[in-house]
């Protein structure tokens, strides 16, 4: 199963800037570490969100909860980077209930399976 309606896709400059890669946010040092180091730059942050976009319309979803606010999905894999690897992402979205554009929640690296 696909992100529904990945196309309308909101990823704000806000989440992308002032969280994923801001070396100031709390707890989020790792994370502003690893985009850095992939090639991603808060002055080009909507190279990173069409990153982030395109992650959504390519892979599948890997997980799905519904809650009282809303769905969260869970989408793993490679995310196409400025540098030209291709790391393993998980992305975690959310559709609030009543609403049909899903918002970025998160972007972190996993660890490719072993096998």
């Known amino acids: 199963m696909k992100l529904p309606n990945a196309e309308c896709a909101v990823i704000s400059f806000d989440k992308v800037v002032r969280y994923l890669l801001n070396p100031q946010h709390p707890g989020g040092t790792s994370k502003v570490v690893f985009f850095r180091t992939c090639g991603f730059r808060p002055i080009d942050w ?11 319309e390519k892979h ?9 606010f809303g769905t969260r999905f869970v989408i793993d894999g490679p995310l196409e980077t400025p540098d030209g690897r291709s790391p393993l992402v ?12 899903p ?7 996993i660890r490719r399976p072993r096998g």
């Open 46 to 56: 909507g190279q990173m969100a069409e990153a982030l976009k395109q992650h959504a």
């Open 60 to 68: 599948d979803v890997v997980a799905k909860e519904s809650t009282p």
């Open 90 to 101: 998980r992305c975690i979205w959310f559709v609030e209930t009543g609403e049909t554009a």
């Open 103 to 109: 918002r970025l929640v998160t972007a972190y690296p």
